[in-house]
């Protein structure tokens, strides 16, 4: 699972990467910690076809009997065609999320926080989650006042043989190109299910280790 990650690239340069037209950014900061419920930079698709990029609450809503609903922030790959509770969001309302490193912990009392990055010759290279939208409007918890929330969840898969280490269960799917980032948007649904598989190992290291929840690098631009 990937319940946290950081976006540390300012903002122009997360619009020049995902080439997206500066009247179609929503203004963000750099983020050394993005948990489940806060907002984040996402590109997307606009009603008219052009790539947008707008603030959504981390995880689909799911609603719970008499307690707060759950925040589904992952999409197993294995579920994403089969369960209604994924299937049309995928087929019609495929994002990416900007990241510049995602941790996963290991141990307890206290865990470890392991932070992934890409290879490259900067300390972050950006990359996007392959992830899918959707609109929830209601409720949060009982008693609580109805909204409405864009929510988004990250598509996660087998892990490489560097994230296994770790978590040998999963990793979230990594987009590196222009190319692939117009066919997870813009693909078929065949197309864009064929970008889910887990990035080389090799492609990837961990920047930092240690009970330190936030990976803070220089802000690049």
């Not at 690239?9 to 963000?28: D, I, K, Q």
């Not at 707008?54 to 197993?76: D, E, M």
């Not at 290991?106 to 290879?119: D, E, N, Q, Y």
């Not at 040998?168 to 970008?195: I, K, N």
């Amino acid at each position: 699972m990937c319940n946290l990650y950081s976006q540390t690239r300012a903002a122009e340069g997360v619009r020049r990467l995902f080439r997206v037209s500066h009247n179609r950014c929503a203004s963000f900061e750099p983020r050394a910690a993005i948990y489940p419920g806060h907002d984040a930079p996402v590109v997307r698709r606009a009603a008219d076809g052009e790539r947008e990029i707008a603030l959504l609450s981390w995880g689909f809503v799911l609603p719970q009997p008499n307690r707060a609903a759950k925040r589904v922030t992952n999409v197993r790959d294995d579920k994403v065609l089969t369960s209604p509770f994924w299937r049309e969001s995928f087929l019609q309302r495929r994002c990416l999320v900007p990241a510049s490193s995602f941790c996963e912990p290991k141990g307890s009392r206290p865990a470890t926080w392991h932070w992934f990055a890409l290879c490259g010759d900067e300390p972050r290279p950006l990359f996007a989650f392959a992830g899918v939208w959707r609109q929830w409007s209601g409720p949060l918890k009982p008693g609580g006042p109805s909204v409405v929330l864009d929510v988004f969840s990250i598509l996660t898969t087998r892990p490489n043989a560097l994230v296994a280490t770790i978590n040998h269960e999963r990793m979230p799917v990594l987009l590196r190109s222009e190319d692939e980032f117009e066919t997870w948007l813009s693909g078929s649904p065949q197309e864009a299910f064929s970008l889910i598989r887990s990035v080389e190992a090799d492609a990837m290291r961990i920047v930092r280790s240690g009970t330190d929840r936030e990976d803070m690098v220089a802000e690049q631009a």
